[in-house]
């Protein structure tokens, strides 16, 4: 009798009758090469993506696991992105707060043609998108396009894809009560920390990923001296640790050797 078949035989019989009930709504995307654009359905949605193996990173940390889920009783709380990508963070907050005031950045020329279209797919509003990258001056830089989730501000044009890009400070941004401020951009968190200390005191919560760079000096003690200035408390999570061993063999990724998530709380 089915009813009494153990749980493990239920679902093999389950999934060989009702096979479309059963399929990974991202298995189109599996055989695709590295940095090709693609497009896929999220939540019923036709969302394009810059590169599969990236999508499915930012899926799960951030549908998955929430990484960025936070609480607030504002009904309309105003959050900032920095560092936006396709725009699957943006996606996830307004799902979350759909009333949210959203400001986003991205400097990716073609990463941010691809925000753009997300956003309006899913019919998003309340949502400014500025073509930008975040510094601590208005001018001009230069910025390596890495194809994915780790193009990065360079102080030189060595690095495949530089490009020069527009950037611009988070200072403007910070002058009102800021319910989340999410910086995700490739090393440059430092530099941007440091000219908006002043105004970190208008964050209520704040999630910062730290780059390391193999061969150039750490800033992560500047970092964390920031946020214990501006009041927060916080908390650090290693994500992607790439040296289980670090005395014995350094791994690195993109030249990076640590990345870190970096939660700065009130409470």
Same mark, same amino acid.
């Given at each position: ?26 298995? /189109?995307?599996?055989? +695709? ?5 693609? &497009? ?7 969302? *394009?993506? $810059? %590169? ?73 509003? /309340?949502?400014?998108? +500025? ?5 601590? &001056? ?7 396009? *890495?194809? $994915? %989730? ?118």
């Amino acid at each position: 009798m089915l009813n009494s078949a153990p749980k493990q035989t239920y679902l093999l019989c389950a999934k060989k009758l009702f096979p479309k009930y059963f399929e990974d709504p991202f298995d /189109n995307l599996k055989k +695709i090469p590295r940095y090709t654009a693609a &497009k896929t359905v999220l939540l019923d949605k036709n969302i *394009e993506i $810059a %590169d599969a193996p990236s999508f499915f990173s930012m899926y799960r940390e951030i549908f998955k696991k929430e990484v960025y889920k936070f609480k607030t009783e504002v009904n309309k709380p105003y959050i900032i992105d920095c560092g936006a990508n396709i725009g699957l963070s943006i996606i996830y907050f307004k799902k979350l707060y759909p009333e949210a005031e959203i400001i986003g950045f991205e400097p990716d020329k073609r990463i941010f043609d691809m925000l753009k279209n997300n956003i309006k797919s899913f019919g998003l509003s /309340n949502v400014q998108i +500025i073509q930008k990258a975040l510094w601590n &001056k208005e001018g001009e830089t230069i910025f390596s396009s *890495e194809g $994915a %989730d780790a193009g990065r501000l360079t102080d030189n044009g060595e690095m495949i894809n530089s490009i020069k890009i527009m950037t611009t400070s988070l200072r403007g941004y910070l002058e009102r009560p800021v319910d989340l401020l999410k910086i995700d951009i490739e090393g440059a968190e430092v530099v941007v920390m440091e000219d908006c200390a002043d105004l970190l005191i208008n964050v209520k919560n704040l999630f910062v990923e730290y780059h390391s760079f193999d061969g150039k000096e750490q800033g992560l003690d500047i970092l964390l001296s920031i946020l214990k200035k501006a009041g927060f408390r916080y908390y650090i999570y290693n994500f992607g640790s790439l040296s289980h061993q670090p005395f014995e063999e350094k791994k690195t990724y993109l030249g990076m050797d640590m990345q870190l998530n970096i939660y700065a709380c009130r409470f």
